[in-house]
């Protein structure tokens, strides 16, 4: 077993954590890999801090994203991929880290059990790993791997996946998405390789919670992803999902909505609403009034949630 692993990390500004990040994958059991950094346009001294492991070790690049692509980090991961070298691909994020055997326990998973994917598990830990802040949870497939993916019963992730890049040479990170964008990816690749992946009950990577995530927090574009993602989902499951796995979907959408309905995102809600007429028909024009009632008075939003409530036969939170 000497394939050689592509790991390809986005970075942005992220010169004071991305050290511990690179010095988890030199401590890396599996030797046979190359590390693509590509720089999302960091104003600080990434630079500096990459320059040092390249001088020290070859199997490090350091690239940039091409003015010509958008900004984010899904361009990032892309542009990663297409320098990619290896027969395995493992993105990762430049503020977590991997356990030291990550890569060898996974790629392991992969040949032992001949499939093309193989997901571990991680735990949560506070900004300086410190403090384990939530602990992993093993993987217990309910409804099937791609349906407790797209329902959040499955936790994975960009870090805690490894692929064959084979299988996922045909896929493409959308690169207009800047929130959601992992989960509108691996659904895709979850529904086509459900019997391609095997589930690693060992937490093998630690992801760092702070308040200056790449991804940032709720915000207007941030409000427009989730419900472009979620409207996928809904787009894209079979006609013969299960009846409970499609009222999951119908409640996270409404949960996504809302935050545009809360916040005051008027174009964003009405093109939400619009679709929304698809999901439950006699509702739309209801949760118009109701907005339209919060914009000019701030009321409004307790009866957003018993109407959806009441239509999902679900308590609203």
């Given at each position: 077993m000497n394939s050689l692993v592509s790991i390809i990390i986005p970075t942005f500004n992220r010169a004071h954590l991305i050290g511990e990040t690179l010095d988890s994958v030199l401590a890396q059991t599996y030797k046979?890999?190359?590390?693509?950094?590509?720089?999302?346009?960091?104003?600080?001294?990434?630079?500096?801090?990459?320059?040092?492991?390249?001088?020290?070790?070859?199997?490090?690049?350091?690239?940039?994203?091409?003015?010509?692509?958008?900004?984010?980090?899904?361009?990032?991961?892309?542009?990663?991929?297409?320098?990619?070298?290896?027969?395995?691909?493992?993105?990762?994020?430049?503020?977590?880290?991997?356990?030291?055997?990550?890569?060898?326990?996974?790629?392991?998973?992969?040949?032992?059990?001949?499939?093309?994917?193989?997901?571990?598990?991680?735990?949560?830990?506070?900004?300086?790993?410190?403090?384990?802040?939530?602990?992993?949870?093993?993987?217990?497939?309910?409804?099937?791997?791609?349906?407790?993916?797209?329902?959040?019963?499955?936790?994975?992730?960009?870090?805690?996946?490894?692929?064959?890049?084979?299988?996922?040479?045909?896929?493409?990170?959308?690169?207009?998405?800047?929130?959601?964008?992992?989960?509108?990816?691996l659904q895709r690749i979850f529904r086509e390789s459900e019997n391609d992946i095997f589930l690693l009950n060992e937490s093998l990577v630690k992801v760092r919670r702070h308040n200056n995530s790449i991804t940032g927090g709720i915000n207007k574009r941030a409000v427009a992803d989730m419900l472009k993602v979620k409207r996928c989902l809904i787009k894209e499951l079979p006609h013969n999902a299960p009846e409970n796995v499609k009222n999951n979907l119908k409640y996270e959408y409404f949960k996504a909505l809302y935050l545009a309905f809360k916040n005051k995102y008027s174009f964003i809600y009405f093109r939400g609403l619009l679709f929304s007429n698809k999901i439950i028909n006699p509702l739309v024009y209801k949760l118009g009034i109701l907005y339209i009632i919060h914009y000019f008075i701030d009321k409004g939003g307790l009866e957003y949630k018993k109407v959806i409530g009441r239509s999902l036969k679900w308590n609203f939170k």
């Open positions: 046979n890999w190359e590390c693509i950094v590509v720089d999302d346009g960091s104003t600080d001294n990434t630079d500096v801090v990459l320059a040092n492991y390249i001088r020290n070790d070859n199997r490090f690049q350091y690239h940039h994203r091409p003015k010509n692509r958008l900004p984010g980090g899904n361009a990032a991961r892309n542009y990663g991929f297409e320098k990619s070298k290896g027969e395995y691909v493992q993105w990762f994020d430049s503020d977590d880290l991997m356990e030291v055997e990550l890569i060898q326990k996974q790629l392991s998973s992969i040949k032992n059990n001949k499939v093309k994917i193989s997901i571990c598990l991680l735990d949560r830990y506070n900004s300086n790993f410190t403090e384990l802040e939530k602990p992993a949870q093993d993987h217990k497939v309910k409804f099937s791997i791609y349906y407790d993916f797209i329902l959040r019963v499955l936790e994975a992730n960009l870090p805690t996946t490894l692929f064959e890049k084979e299988t996922i040479q045909k896929y493409k990170l959308d690169e207009t998405l800047r929130k959601s964008q992992e989960v509108e990816f």
